[in-house]
């Protein structure tokens, strides 16, 4: 039995190598991406397929904001029922958009948690998704919210106009 050279070697596990790689890429199975910092990166573990995803950008083509509201709690409703949602960093963005329609603050923060988590795990929101807001700003409009709940008479630690607690 003849030897290999290197050459032959390293181009038989750079084809081997090429081959599983593209086969796990086409499955779903594995994304990959080059990142500059602060580009929008991808999500490591997809759970949301394409179909929902563009199911989910449709909810801005509604005509009405209680259209916009159904849409988005039906495309939420069926992230909810998949198994390993809170993996993807696009399943968790859409359920924290719908806890911010809803105005569910404690669940949008909840959500928007979860997305810092994966974030420094080096998952990220996919460009599949329209308008995605940054974590910055989310951070700002939930603090925001969250500021304002606060301020309301009658909430939680706070006076109400009758200087009542």
């Not at 394409?50 to 509604?62: D, G, I, R, V, W």
């Not at 700002?140 to 969250?146: A, F, H, K, P, R």
Request: aromatic share 6%; glycine share 8%.
């Amino acid at each position: 039995m003849k030897k290999l050279s290197a050459q032959k070697l390293i181009l038989i596990t750079f084809v081997t190598v090429g081959v599983l790689g593209a086969g796990f890429i086409l499955s779903d199975r594995l994304v990959v991406s080059l990142k500059n910092p602060g580009e929008v990166g991808v999500a490591n573990n997809k759970v949301c397929s394409s179909k929902l995803l563009a199911e989910y950008n449709t909810t801005f083509s509604a005509e009405s904001r209680e259209q916009y509201t159904e849409r988005l709690g039906n495309v939420a409703s069926k992230v909810s029922e998949l198994k390993d949602a809170s993996n993807d960093p696009n399943c968790v963005y859409i359920q924290y958009t719908n806890y911010l329609e809803q105005k569910d603050i404690d669940k949008a923060r909840e959500r928007l948690d979860v997305l810092k988590k994966l974030a420094k795990q080096d998952a990220y929101i996919t460009g599949e998704l329209a308008n995605p807001e940054g974590l910055e700003s989310a951070e700002q409009t939930l603090s925001i919210l969250e500021a304002s709940k606060d301020k309301q008479p009658g909430s939680s630690g706070q006076e109400n106009s009758l200087g009542e607690g």
